[in-house]
């Protein structure tokens, strides 16, 4: 059964600190995704990996950066979290870009 | 990048009846996908179907795809109260799926 975990369910944090959301998937899935999720705003793509150690932009990428050190896992890095970074965080993989994407559970971050 | 839109934004009915999401796009596609999302959960991929088929079953889920329309519809068939969840379409072309903002159903026992 395809599966994708992450780190936390629930996280809360101070502005300034320097936040690590983590996700593992056991797929061998060349691809994972990081989306945040808000009300009104639908699922937004923050940045993907297509393979180990590259990434890619996707539309919201300010204020967050990545690290796929393994094919396995993928985290999202907020260097300096601030109040406007409080959502959901969705991390999903997928065999090709294009076809099915497995999403974990989801991680709620609060920036206080 | 454009996301797909769906409609209705909120539908409620009650158990037995029939719900029908609708999704519009903009640019070409190679597949469409629908998921559903229980409140505070990820998502589930539903169903996909590709740019040359026209209609898909699974279940008592129902898919049609129209690309002369641009447009695509989920049809659950007898609702339950488990069927009360969000329903997102994202289309696949030649960037990574884009989602649409979703559909809330609330299925009333």
């Known amino acids: 059964d395809v599966k994708v975990t992450q780190s936390s369910r629930y996280l809360v944090k101070r502005t300034g600190e320097k936040v690590f959301l983590e996700c593992v998937q056991d797929?061998?899935?060349?691809?994972m995704f990081w989306y945040r999720q808000d009300p009104g705003l639908g699922l937004r793509l923050i940045y993907f990996s297509y393979d180990v150690k590259m990434k890619e932009k996707g539309d919201i990428p300010e204020g967050y950066s990545v690290s796929r050190e393994k094919k396995e896992r993928f985290s999202l890095i907020l260097e300096s979290a601030s109040t406007n970074q409080t959502s959901m965080y969705l991390c999903?993989?997928?065999?090709?870009?294009?076809?099915?994407?497995?999403f974990g559970p989801g991680t709620r971050l609060l920036v206080l | 990048s454009q996301q797909g839109e769906e409609d209705p934004q909120a539908l409620s009915i009650q158990e037995g009846e029939n719900a029908t999401m609708n999704c519009s796009y903009k640019t070409s596609i190679n597949n469409l996908q629908w998921y559903r999302q229980n409140s505070g959960r990820g998502l589930v991929h539903l169903i996909l179907i590709r740019s040359n088929e026209r209609e898909k079953h699974s279940g008592r889920l129902r898919v049609t795809l129209d690309t002369s329309k641009k447009s695509s519809s989920l049809l659950i068939t007898a609702s339950r109260a488990a069927d009360t969840a969000s329903y997102f379409c994202a289309r696949s072309g030649n960037t990574p799926l884009v989602f649409g903002k979703g559909t809330r159903l609330s299925v009333i026992a």
């Open positions: 797929m061998d899935h060349e691809n």
């Open positions: 999903a993989s997928s065999r090709t870009g294009t076809e099915t994407q497995y």
